[in-house]
T-cell receptor, first 112, second 110 residues
């Protein structure tokens, strides 16, 4: 089992560019999550999904979109990147509500 | 919504000492309280968790205590080792979402 994997590991964007971060899990988990991690602010939930074809907003959803077309994949999109979106992005998954969340290794994004 | 506060932000101990990290939460409906360890350049990994029907849980050198009345929970690490050095996050929630604390950087000096 690879667990939770994220692609890419690191990316540099210019302001206004778009990109998609890919998260994949091979644990057959229903729930998937996207967080961002900034210094001194812990992990903040961007969007999450409670099953294939569903998405919901988290704490800081503005500027991001997500899709869950397949159960094992959760995509995070930035349509027009801004310097404020410079962060480390983590994907996580869990079997059910209230259960342990397993995290991927993260994607470091720098927006110039 | 839920709000989680974590203290201290940094903690330095000597090898062999104990370390305690404390968190408070605001939503009395929260029923799941995990602790994660994050090493440099890696994603957070669950080290221990506790549910609201339990007051204390131990796993070797790690223990977590929960006081639902006061809405606080703590992580206790005994006989600390240099490999315990990392950032530790508490979280509170349940159902669909978790809210994380801001993290504690633990440094264990040999």
């Amino acid at each position: 089992n690879a667990g939770v994997t994220q692609t890419p590991k690191f990316r540099v964007l210019k302001t206004g560019q778009s990109m998609t971060l890919l998260c994949a899990q091979d644990m057959n988990h229903e729930y998937m999550y996207w967080y961002r991690q900034d210094p001194g602010m812990g992990l903040r939930l961007i969007h999450y999904s409670v099953g294939e074809g569903t998405t919901a907003k988290g704490e800081v959803p503005d500027g991001y979109n997500v899709s869950r077309l397949k159960k094992q994949n959760f995509l995070l999109g930035l349509e027009s990147a801004a310097p404020s979106q410079t962060s480390v992005y983590f994907c996580a998954s869990s079997y059910a509500r209230g259960e342990t969340q397993y995290f991927g290794p993260g994607t470091r994004l720098l927006v110039l | 919504g839920e709000n989680v506060e974590q203290h201290p932000s940094t903690l330095s101990v000597q090898e062999g000492d104990s370390a305690v990290i404390k968190c408070t939460y605001s939503d009395s409906a929260s029923n799941y309280f995990p602790w994660y360890k994050q090493e440099l350049g890696k994603g957070p990994q669950l080290i221990i968790d506790i549910r609201s029907n339990v007051g204390e849980k131990k796993d070797q050198r790690i223990a977590v205590t929960l006081n639902k009345t006061a809405k606080h929970f703590s992580l206790h690490i005994t006989e600390t080792q240099p490999e315990d050095s990392a950032v530790y996050f508490c979280a509170a929630g349940g159902f669909q979402k978790l809210v994380f604390g801001t993290g504690t950087r633990l440094l264990v000096s040999p």
